[in-house]
């Protein structure tokens, strides 16, 4: 349980990149978003984190050197887009084999049912957009789009868009609140799970509707994904 905390602990990454945590932070967000095995990783916390320990008061009170705001708001965007093209080019290249395998501790079939879901429902540019604020679905849905064969150069531009919309709003905002609030660092550990909990709101709240409507449905008819 210890461990699993440290993992959603923003403020114990950066503790653990010490130096090097701006490039530290560009290289998770680049993982969050292009490899399967970064889902767990912090990403909406970690920016908001990145941004206010950018903040000379904040970061001292940490006990650690103010991270480069400028560094991250032209980097982090372009790992963050870098990331998702990965993603989008194992989906191309692999096809769903590249999900055939069992489920485990950093795999779940119902990851992949998700993200496929938002696909359909909200159509491909919506849903690549959209699932950049959405823990877990923005792990999958950039496969999950090359799987579906979203074209590359569409897929980019979509990419692009959540991507820059997604780190700099979440940057820019931890700095805000960094400069503005005595303190924040205090707080950083609750504001994770507040954060980590209106992201996961939509997801429970569509997966809810789907069951219900799946229980509505007369037997041996075919429904959406979860």
């Known amino acids: 349980m210890d461990v699993l905390l440290d993992l959603l602990d ?22 969050e978003t292009g490899l399967l095995v970064g889902f767990f990783l912090p990403g909406d916390s970690l920016l908001v984190t990145a941004g206010i320990f950018s903040t000379a008061a ?25 990331g998702a093209q990965f993603g989008h080019f194992l989906g191309a290249r692999f096809g769903r084999k590249l999900f055939d395998k069992p489920d485990s501790r950093l795999f779940k079939r119902e990851h992949v049912d998700k993200a496929e879901y938002y696909f359909e429902k909200f159509g491909p540019a919506k849903a690549v957009v959209a699932a950049r604020f959405m823990p877990i679905v923005r792990t999958f849905m950039n496969p999950v789009a090359g799987v579906l064969e979203m074209d590359a150069r569409r ?35 609750p504001g994770v799970f507040v954060v980590v909990l209106l992201s996961v709101i939509p997801i429970v709240r569509e997966v809810l509707k789907s069951r219900k409507a799946a229980a509505l449905e007369p037997k041996g008819r075919h429904h959406a994904p979860r």
């Open 58 to 82: 904040a970061a001292h009170g940490f006990g650690i050197a103010p991270l480069s705001l400028p560094t991250l708001l032209v980097f982090a965007p372009i790992a963050a887009i870098a």
């Open 10 to 31: 923003p403020k114990w990454w950066l503790g653990m990149l010490g130096a090097f945590a701006t490039i530290g932070v560009i290289a998770i967000v680049f993982a």
């Open 155 to 189: 897929f980019f531009v979509w990419n692009a868009l959540g991507g820059v919309v997604w780190v700099e709003a979440l940057l820019l905002l931890g700095y805000f609140l960094g400069s503005k609030v005595e303190g924040i660092d205090k707080y950083i550990l």
